[in-house]
Nanobody, 122 residues
Framework: QVQLVESGGGLVQAGGSLTLSCEAS????????IGWFRQAPGKEREPVAA????????YYADSVKGRFTISRDNSKNTGYLQMNSPRPEDTAVYYC???????????????WGQGTQVTVSS
């Protein structure tokens, strides 16, 4: 049974930093593409970032490019999303997703976590 567990969410001031983690189990993590997505209240879920199996290819939504960094540690079965200089509009529930197929920023990932709340105060 595949499980993705996000952690690291919380309250952060605008301009600060926060790192989210996504710990995976039940799958061969090094064979999975990892994506981060978010959903703000009243809005549709949207892509944030994605990373290839080896970490050699990175994908970012325009809204977070230059501020957020996606990474992974295959030895720890964990993916990360470092959020630098967050803005109030980044407030959302953040989800990680995994799939052996290279979906990039598409939301067609097979496996999803339960999400972690990030609130950015101004």
């Amino acid at each position: 049974q595949v499980q993705l567990v996000e952690s690291g969410g919380g309250l952060v001031q605008a301009g600060g930093s926060l790192t989210l983690s996504c710990e995976a189990s039940g799958l061969t993590f090094s064979n999975a593409y990892i994506g981060w997505f978010r959903q703000a209240p009243g809005k549709e879920r949207e892509p944030v970032a994605a990373i290839s199996r080896s970490g050699g290819s990175l994908y970012y939504a325009d809204s977070v490019k230059g501020r957020f960094t996606i990474s992974r540690d295959n030895s720890k079965n964990t993916g990360y999303l470092q959020m630098n200089s967050p803005r109030p509009e980044d407030t959302a529930v953040y989800y990680c997703a995994a799939d052996p197929r290279p979906w990039g920023l598409s939301m067609r990932y097979l496996y999803w976590g339960q999400g972690t709340q990030v609130t950015v105060s101004s």
